[in-house]
């Protein structure tokens, strides 16, 4: 949405609803291949002073199936680039361990604070960061770590 605009514009408070609510998992997006922020990933807090994003994932250029129902795109497999993008890759990588817990036994259930914690948990950190941070959240999604954290 090109033409979309603040009325009261702040660069560094662009996360609008419902990515602002304080239960919703809030992901930035950045270049896998290079590490930089993607230019139009939202930056938090929130207004009320919340911190978001909660964790950040690739979400520039990243390979993937494509829907047949797309108005912009044919379908089949290329590359797309968005927040919407990194948060289906962290959807996935919840569904992942949200599995293993089911299969576990006894199996683990996780409510969705627990698996918040549990991404910004298992988060990448940089050195050169103070986090959290309004571009990054909590740090980069690293599922080996949260793993970790729950063995």
Same mark, same amino acid.
């Given at each position: 949405?090109?033409?979309?605009?603040?009325?009261?514009? /702040? %660069?560094?408070?662009? #996360?609008?609803?419902? *990515?602002?609510?304080?239960? =919703? +998992? &809030?992901?930035?997006? @950045? /270049?896998?291949?290079?590490?930089?922020? !993607?230019?139009?990933?939202?930056?938090?807090?929130?207004? &009320?002073?919340? +911190?978001? %994003?909660? +964790?950040?994932? %690739?979400? =520039?250029?990243? @390979?993937?199936?494509?829907?047949?129902?797309?108005?912009?795109?044919?379908?089949?497999?290329?590359?797309?680039?968005? &927040? *919407?993008?990194?948060?289906?890759?962290?959807?996935?990588?919840?569904?992942? !361990?949200?599995?293993?817990?089911?299969?576990?036994?006894?199996?683990?259930?996780?409510?969705?604070?627990? #698996?918040?914690?549990?991404? +910004?948990?298992?988060? &990448?950190?940089?050195?050169?960061?103070?986090? %959290?941070?309004?571009?990054?959240? @909590?740090?980069?999604?690293?599922? @080996?770590?949260? !793993?970790? =954290?729950?063995?």
């Amino acid at each position: 949405m090109e033409n979309t605009r603040f009325l009261n514009s /702040n %660069p560094d408070t662009t #996360i609008v609803c419902p *990515s602002n609510a304080e239960g =919703v +998992i &809030t992901c930035a997006a @950045y /270049n896998h291949a290079t590490g930089g922020l !993607f230019i139009q990933s939202s930056r938090g807090y929130t207004r &009320t002073g919340n +911190i978001k %994003p909660d +964790i950040a994932s %690739p979400g =520039v250029e990243v @390979y993937g199936a494509r829907s047949s129902a797309s108005k912009f795109a044919k379908p089949g497999f290329g590359r797309e680039s968005g &927040t *919407s993008i990194s948060a289906a890759l962290t959807a996935g990588a919840t569904a992942l !361990f949200v599995n293993w817990g089911l299969q576990s036994d006894p199996p683990r259930y996780f409510t969705n604070r627990e #698996i918040k914690s549990l991404l +910004i948990r298992g988060a &990448t950190r940089s050195s050169n960061l103070l986090y %959290p941070n309004r571009e990054w959240g @909590y740090g980069t999604l690293n599922l @080996y770590q949260i !793993f970790q =954290v729950l063995l």
